[in-house]
């Protein structure tokens, strides 16, 4: 089983408030993606990490692929309320086509209270 | 351009009936894959589409089908529906498989199945 675990499960800070969701499993990936998900939408996609040790910057956003490629982090400074929604990590293998090969993590719900 | 469109939005049947949803691609894309989202289980993988042929499929009963259309288009069906069917089923569709990723992915709004 390719079993991405998310760590916290549930998020609660303040506006202005720094935040790190963590994922983490014991396969190897190949690329790693993180989408939000918003109540009533499909996930959107937010960055795609390839490299081992990769850190990617979108405005406040920073994603870091572990060097072993088995594990990712999200970073948020200065959460604002938009920034609600359900975080997703998804990891897939190269060489290996098909969506059934993209594996989703178990999600953290973030709320940014205003 | 259009994005994915799933179509109904809500939808309550009642336990032992069967269910037809559908996913209309974003235009050019061939490639439709389906996956079901619950609290418990977060998103799990039904099946993979491209050009009217299934490619892969994942680890549900055989009551849950689908078929792509030559448009693209697509729909999954569930027969003898159980209330653990409830879910969130969402569509997401690519230009190639393989090529949905990474990056290449675009999903629906989905659809909100409440069995009772």
């Known amino acids: 089983t390719q079993l991405l675990e998310q760590s916290p499960q549930f998020l609660s800070i303040q506006e202005g408030e720094n935040l790190t969701v963590y994922c983490n499993s014991s396969?190897?990936?190949?690329?790693l993606q993180w989408y939000r998900q918003e109540p009533g939408e499909g996930p959107v996609l937010l960055v795609t990490?390839?490299?081992?040790?990769e850190v990617k910057k979108l405005k406040r956003l920073t994603f870091q692929f572990g060097d072993a490629r088995k594990d990712s982090s999200l970073h948020i400074t200065a959460a604002q309320p938009g920034d609600t929604g359900l975080y997703l990590c998804?990891?897939?293998?190269?060489?290996?086509?098909?969506?059934?090969?993209?594996?989703f993590g178990t999600g953290t719900r973030l709320t940014v209270i205003p | 351009k259009a994005g994915v469109t799933q179509t109904p939005r809500y939808l309550i049947k009642t336990r032992g009936q069967q269910v037809t949803l559908s996913c209309s691609p974003i235009?050019?894309?061939?490639?439709v894959s389906w996956y079901q989202q619950t609290p418990g289980q977060g998103l799990q993988f039904l099946f993979e589409?491209?050009?009217?042929?299934?490619?892969n499929k994942g680890n549900f009963p055989g009551r849950f089908s689908g078929r792509q259309f030559s448009n693209s288009r697509s729909e999954m069906n569930v027969s003898t529906l159980e209330l653990g069917d409830s879910a969130l089923y969402l569509c997401?569709?690519?230009?190639?498989?393989?090529?949905?990723?990474?990056?290449?992915?675009?999903f629906g709004s989905g659809t909100r199945l409440t069995v009772v």
């Open positions: 990490v390839v490299t081992g040790g």
């Open positions: 396969s190897v990936f190949s690329s």
């Open positions: 998804a990891g897939a293998h190269l060489g290996e086509t098909g969506a059934n090969n993209l594996f």
């Open positions: 589409y491209f050009s009217e042929t299934q490619r």
């Open positions: 997401a569709s690519s230009l190639y498989p393989g090529k949905g990723l990474p990056g290449g992915y675009t």
């Open positions: 235009s050019g894309h061939r490639s």
